[in-house]
């Protein structure tokens, strides 16, 4: 029987081949551990280079004082989803002091308060008084309905 005649069609394989495959299919399992192993290396030890690079760890917050200024502007213009996103973001940053946070908290209630949602306005004011009264007290004055706000703060 002929092994491997190039003009004999479906040729068998030759035994040497065989053995060739075999070998190869014993050592990819370990290839392929290697290459897993050496991937995982690699994004461990270099996870944190393209940030980096791409300057992400260097990325300001921008200053309370502009966010509260735009949440303003946005609440001014009835843009109410923009403005309640700028004030909390300085309501719920814990490293600023207790008057920047509390009228931010006053600012997001009187958002709450604009979209209808009188239990989160609440809350809202609240957070404010607690942290402190005279910030609450001076976002509230300058709304039309403060003597409603007021009242709803003091309810039970």
Known sequence: ???SDPGTQGALPSPVSNRARTERLE??????RLLVLSLAAALVAGSAAPAFACGMYKQEVEPASNRIASAKQYLEKN????????ARSVAHDRKLDKKTRAEAYSLAGVIRWKQGNKNAAKQNFKKARELDPSQYENVVATQSDAAAIRAI???A
Not at 79 to 86: P, Q, V, W
């Open 153 to 155: 703060v003091e309810e």
């Open 1 to 3: 029987m002929t092994v």
């Open 79 to 86: 843009s109410l989803d923009e403005a309640a996103a700028y």
């Open 27 to 32: 050592e990819e399992p370990m290839m392929s």
